[in-house]
Structures are given as C-alpha cells and as structure tokens.
C-alpha cells in the first residue's frame, strides 16, 4: 500500500513515540535541570518527527534527505543528551531505557530510508 502521508512512515511514528518518552523522562528530572537540559533534549525530540514531516514535504528528494539529515543530528543529540542525564544519575539508567531504545530504533529507521532514498 502506497504512503499517502508523512504519518504513515513507521519512522515518523517511532519518532513520536520517542517525543512521548522524552516528556515522560523530562518531568523526573530535578527542578534546576528543567529550563536546560529538559528544554534541551525536548526541542532536540520534537525535531526530529518535526524534520521527517516537513522534508516529505518537499518537492525534490535532495530536500527531503537534508531534513532527514538534521532528524538523525537531533537524534544523535537526544542520545547524547541522555548520556549527560545519566552521568550525574539525574535519572536512573532503567528510566532512560526506552528513551535510549527509541533513539537506536529511530536511529537506524533513520538510515535505512536515506540509503533507499539515495538509490
């Protein structure tokens, strides 16, 4: 069945399911991480969805791979981002572990459609 949408890409709704996970994470941070680090990682989530969304949108595919580019950068940054929440022991390593499955899953959706794109 053809896409008719950016919706109906499974990695724009794992990238969702990502966004999800990092609000949920965001809210068990300490009070004086909440205006850096939690506003950080969740602008780094929300473009990711955000970029695979409006690169579908264009009309060329060229485009299209650049804002999929920058959704797999703001993908490596919320990982990154969780690895710095971690090290201080922010969060307990059992709470990042969606978060940080998500980003792998994400990650690697991620490449897969830039290769199929560049053929």
């Not at 602008?43 to 791979?65: D, V």
């Not at 897969?112 to 053929?119: A, G, H, T």
Request: proline fraction near 3%; aromatic fraction near 8%; hydrophobic fraction near 35%.
């Amino acid at each position: 069945m053809p896409l008719k949408t950016y919706r109906d890409l499974d990695v724009w709704k794992v990238s969702m399911d990502l966004v999800d996970a990092i609000y949920d994470l965001t809210e068990k941070l300490p009070s004086h991480q909440r205006y850096t680090i939690s506003s950080q990682i969740e602008r780094a989530a929300l473009s990711i969805p955000l970029n695979i969304a409006e690169g579908y949108g264009r009309i060329h595919t060229g485009e299209y791979l650049h804002h999929l580019s920058y959704s797999q950068g703001s993908n490596r940054e919320v990982e990154t981002l969780l690895i710095i929440v971690a090290r201080p022991k922010y969060v307990e390593k059992e709470e990042l572990k969606t978060a940080w499955e998500l980003t792998q899953r994400v990650g690697m959706m991620l490449t897969k459609l830039i290769k199929s794109l560049k053929k």
